[in-house]
């Protein structure tokens, strides 16, 4: 009789982050035999944030629409969009023209920027089956009535749900969807305190792929994989590294290849970013009682994040940095942009003049989601880290 | 009107009104008056050609500023790269929007501006027209520490989006436009000192009732072949003073004496081109270095660019007859008619090809030319798909081409020049061009 095998943290977390890389590589949706048990269809959403407790409570699988990475050969797109345009949005519509997100039930983009708002209209003449539409969110949620506003929005989108795939969306599935994603809120925050307060146990890239899989399989077998993850590592024992730590921001829509985060971690310790955060929009618990889509709405206005692409006057753009930089202890600023992403390249301009003025060391960087070369960002991070560590001596 | 027969000519007498120097008189004036604005303590709002505001603002006796404006004007007097490339210098991308660049350029050479010195704003307002607007007002909130206010605009959601007035969707918009509206009221009245005079809204409101009204008749007469005027040349002297005179009084009498002059024209019969040959839509944004340059390589073939949407657009969607303020309600009114117009400006570039598709067939035109800004996302990201769609399924012949607002290294004029020859090449070969052959001149 073969002896019980221990349990190992690190095969676990392996094991774990294997089927994440899986998940955050695909491109494809899942097609109809494909789909998890209790979805009848997909509903694509690109970034930043989209309420996906609605499409999860029709049924609808929420997808993720983060372009096509750097392996994506670009056939239809280029003709359909300059090439002035950014990588995420062309690389999404090369997806929809040649078929790999033709079985969606529908698609919604948001007023993040113009590219993107251009996405539904390039969808509704191109892929006319789908639900394609735009979700307005809005960019001035300081006016009383913005919750109203917003959750009228939402109801709208829940009414066309509805009506897309026939089935009622009721109060309590809606609640049902709200608690499965408040354990996934929780659980992302818990990965991020512990990048924060112990950044040798798990790396910015872990980290991304952890996150990134919520993109391609339901909440709640993404809670199950995170709570797992978690667990290792919380149990890893790896040594701390003489690494300067460092916040990485620019990574809200387009997606920074692998390969650049994997460069980073060699050298640093990102302590704290931004990629994906519209997956983390909410910061809170939303209301588990009550209205739900009220709850949603509300949520958005008085417990969420910050970004390039939305307007409070709340959230000074070099005020959020700055408070990145100090909850997580930070060194320095890694500060990115999308080529071609004009919210990006706004924002990364402001930060640097800022941090200037601040006296904070940081390194600027581009990139694009089809880059393929890293040798010469590696060599800037190195030597930005390692400026950054004789200072610090 | 249709464009085959003109019922009720205008009385053929030459008139006096020139267009053009009008509107360059009433310009060089309101940059006058802008000269002035700080050393008089006058309120000083900056604001954007779509989704401003004008009305509200008009009534707190804000002067206005109109930077986009301000930055086509370095393109138009040639000076736009010495901006363009102080912004980029300062450290901006070269792959953000020119006129924010051109603007920045202004900041750092202390807002000394060809047409005059361009006075600091005590108000921003920004709205989500264009991604870009509220990018840009951020940079004043930063740099210039001026008071900015967002104004949310909401769009079309989806095609065949068709919202009237009275719906419940429009109802439920138009709550939230007005409840911005009643914020930024509080901060006019913060910033002003002035309480919010509702019969001045309402005064206001009546003049661009008269203006949007002589506009329409404008827009309308260039259904008429030959077409009056070049939308894409006169068209923008006119769109000028739209937005520049939105609401006053020399602003009324300019659509006034414009509509007058071009139905007399028309009442003549004189085209704007001496021969007209092939009538066109232009979409997109001119590039304002080559402007002229641009309309002559298309007027040499006796093409006209009888519609432009950026005549929509740009005018913040007001471009029907429906969209008429009720002064008796101004302030509801004004939400009403915003929440239309501005998803009327926003569904003319995110679902374009639904308002071309009309615009095609309103001006009966043979060709539409496209014109794909390198850095404007809010024109040009979708403009390449859509000339796909109006070139097959419409089967209306296009023409794509690619420079810039106002950075002139993005002009190439013999690439564009050959672009322009073999269109028209191809559209003699579909059959077109016989000099006026196939359209019916209006004749007095």
New interface residues.
Partial sequence: MNAPVPYDHEIELSNVLERCNAAARETAIPSQDELPEGFSGTLGHFPVYFPEEIAHAAGLLPVNILGGGNKLEMKHADARMGSFVCSICRSTTELGLNGTLQGMTGFVTHPICDAAKHLAGIWSRNLPDQLAQILYLPQNVNTPGAARYIAAEYQRLRADLEKKTGRAIDDEALRNSIRSYNANRRLLRELYRIRRDEPWKVSCTESYLLLRARTRMPCEEHNALLARALDAIRHRSLPAQDKPRVVFVGGFCEQPPLEMLEAIDETCYVVDDDILVGLRWLTADVPETGDPIWALAESYVERSDASPVQHDARKMKEDYLMDMLRKSKADAAILTAAKFCEPGLDEQLAWSKHLDAENIPYLVLEFEEKMTSFEQMSMQVETFAESLLFALA | MSTATLQHPAPAAADDFDPRAEGQRLIKEWYAQLETANARNAAVANVFVMGNAVEILRAFDFELVFPEINSLQTGVRKASEEYIRLSEDY???P???SY?KADVGLILKENEHPAGRIPKASLAV?S?M???F??WA??WE?WLKTP?????L??????GWQVRPGDA?HA?DA??VE??F??LIAQCERITGKRFDMDKLAEVEARVNKMVDHWNNVMALNRQCPAPFNAMLDGLTYIGIMNVHRGTEEGVEFMRRLEEHLKAKVGRGEGRVAEERFRLLFSGTPCYVSMRRLVELFETWGGVFAYSDYLTFAAGGMDATELRYDTSRPLESLAEVTALAAQRG?SN?????ERLAQQIKDYEVDGVVFH?I??C??V???????R??INKRLDVPTLYI?SDLIDPRYWSDAQIKNRVDAFFEALHQRGGGAPLARKTVATA
């Fill in positions: 450290g901006m991308s792959d953000v929007c924010v920004a989500n264009c991604g870009t509220i990018k951020e940079i930063r900015t206010f967002v104004l949310d909401p769009g079309q959601r989806a095609a969707q439920a709550r939230w409840a911005q009643q914020e926003l570039q995110f679902f374009a090809h794909g390198k850095s996302r809010f040009s990201s979708g403009m390449a798909d859509t796909e769609f690619e």
